[in-house]
Nanobody, 127 residues
């Protein structure tokens, strides 16, 4: 299996910045898309940002122009730079990854596709 571990959550001031990281670990896998979702109090999970294997990013309307998603040099890492924070940004942020397993070390014969979620990291933005 693949494990996703988020880091970087914490408290940010309104108008300030925070940065989140997510790293995937495991064996014999490849990742295509990675993204961030969030769930706030009494709110449904919503898309924050996604980035595909070609580096094309997509943002939820509520964070567009303020947040930036990026991939690490390694394909198994994704970052979220959060700027101009608002109290409404307070939520648990979850890392998501789409990919597939490999049937060999060189991954010349792809196996089944998967979707994994991280445990979440808490972001607070006190008013």
């Amino acid at each position: 299996q693949v494990a996703l571990v988020e880091s970087g959550g914490g408290s940010g001031q309104p108008g300030g910045s925070l940065s989140l990281s997510c790293a995937a670990s495991g064996t014999l896998f490849r990742i295509n898309d990675m993204g961030w979702y969030r769930r706030g109090p009494e709110r449904e999970r919503e898309l924050v940002a996604r980035i595909d294997s070609g580096g094309v990013s997509y943002y939820g309307d509520s964070v567009k122009g303020r947040f930036t998603i990026s991939r690490g040099n390694a394909e198994n890492t994704v970052y979220l730079s959060m700027n101009l924070l608002k109290p409404e940004d307070a939520a648990v942020y979850f890392c998501n990854a789409l990919g597939y397993y490999c049937t060999s070390y060189e991954c010349d014969s792809p196996g089944p596709h998967f979707e994994y979620w991280g445990q979440g990291t808490l972001v607070t933005v006190p008013e």
